[in-house]
């Protein structure tokens, strides 16, 4: 048996895949045949990030909405049913972060970023899962971080979201999985983006903390995460169900090592 990864005749929508890892994991899935549409807030992103994708060749269809909007979701998820077609593979990775101290953070600021990373990927994928219910076939891929399993300074906000992300993954598995709908997530580890270029830098105390902390001695490259998202989308995946798979370098896996240490 040859696992079966192709994602041709397949439709996917990527929310926040204007830029950054959302861009890299939706072109993965064009890649592999999958018809592309992709979600974004701002017009101007979303221009450049059509032209990125056509510059490789991918067709990709492209929707402004907030998803923490459960009408807006509603009304252009619809609108994309009828303009492209059923959504096949669910991609939740529009979020944010806010960097504040605990002590400073204000209770709407801290509602902000969980509406965001952890109310919108259910408001969507409950959308989604009905027409996906109706089809009897799905597959709905959170993005998670390593920061559902462990916490750091300045982002309680975040670290609380996200790891409610991890569990909202597993319930949605345990209630769909009948209808034969695979949820599963991603927790991407520090990756090489254009928001960490500043701190990418030999020297930089952060950048030689994260290449230190890494047993792959590296941050992580977008194109990294590529085949887990194709294989969370694939029908390689078909049995997988609720499971977190934590693309770091192997971060996770240790306790790291002391300074000075080969």
Not at 182 to 191: R, S
Not at 207 to 222: E, L, M, S
Request: glycine residues 10%.
């Amino acid at each position: 048996m040859k696992p079966n990864f192709e994602l041709a005749g397949k439709i996917a929508l990527v929310t926040g895949a204007t830029h950054g890892l959302g861009m890299a994991m939706a072109k993965a899935l064009a890649h592999q045949g999958a018809t592309l549409v992709v979600n974004g807030h701002t017009p101007e992103k979303m221009t450049a990030a059509l032209e990125s994708y056509a510059s490789e060749g991918i067709t990709a269809h492209g929707y402004l909405f907030d998803v923490s909007d459960a009408k807006a979701v509603n009304e252009f998820i619809s609108k994309i049913e009828k303009e492209v077609g059923d959504i096949d593979i669910l991609v939740n990775n529009a979020g944010m972060i806010k960097r504040v101290p605990a002590l400073e953070m204000d209770p709407e600021e801290f509602r902000q970023v969980v509406d965001l990373d952890l109310v919108s990927p259910f408001i969507v994928a409950q959308r989604v899962a009905k027409t996906m219910v109706k089809n009897q076939q799905g597959k709905i891929i959170n993005i998670c971080s390593m920061m559902s399993e462990l916490g750091r300074n300045t982002v309680s906000a975040y670290a609380a979201a996200k790891g409610g992300l991890k569990m909202l993954t597993r319930n949605l598995a345990t209630e769909w999985a009948k209808y034969n709908i695979q949820v599963n997530g991603i927790g991407p580890g520090y990756f090489a983006t254009e928001q960490t270029a500043p701190i990418r830098v030999d020297g930089h105390p952060f950048n030689d903390f994260i290449v230190n902390r890494t047993p792959a001695g590296r941050w992580g490259d977008p194109d990294d995460l590529g085949g887990t998202v194709v294989f969370l989308a694939s029908e390689a995946s078909n049995f997988v169900n609720g499971q977190i798979i934590y693309v770091d370098g192997g971060i996770l896996a240790t306790i790291g090592k002391p300074a000075g240490e080969k």
